[in-house]
């Protein structure tokens, strides 16, 4: 009767360590998977992040050198503008006087 008992006992427990370790392992099963879920979601959390970035910095790239080139620009036709004044002067200033009053006379009659 002993040995039935403590036999009867023992598969009891064996039993209850069974189940406890099926729960375990559908616990463990559990956290992996949501291991793996938060690793993906991580993932493409950071990739949309990075493209959003990255269209950011293209985006600020191409506007800064539209404003260089705008910037550029100007200052050609500002620098061409210049030289153009001050070349008639000294082309005015070298000018004979006769040349310098048929120019004059020239440029008054257009205006």
Known sequence: DDAIAKYTEASARLAEAEKN???ADAVIKEIEAS???DQQDLKSAMETSMKVQLARTAEAAE???KE???GAGEQL???ILEQAVAR???ELTL???SKKAAYLDSVISQL
């Open 77 to 79: 036709e500002a620098y």
């Open 68 to 70: 260089m080139n705008s």
């Open 95 to 97: 000018m004979p006087a």
């Open 63 to 65: 506007k800064s050198m």
């Open 35 to 37: 291991i793996s879920k």
């Open 21 to 23: 370790k099926q729960q």
């Open 88 to 90: 008639g002067v000294a």
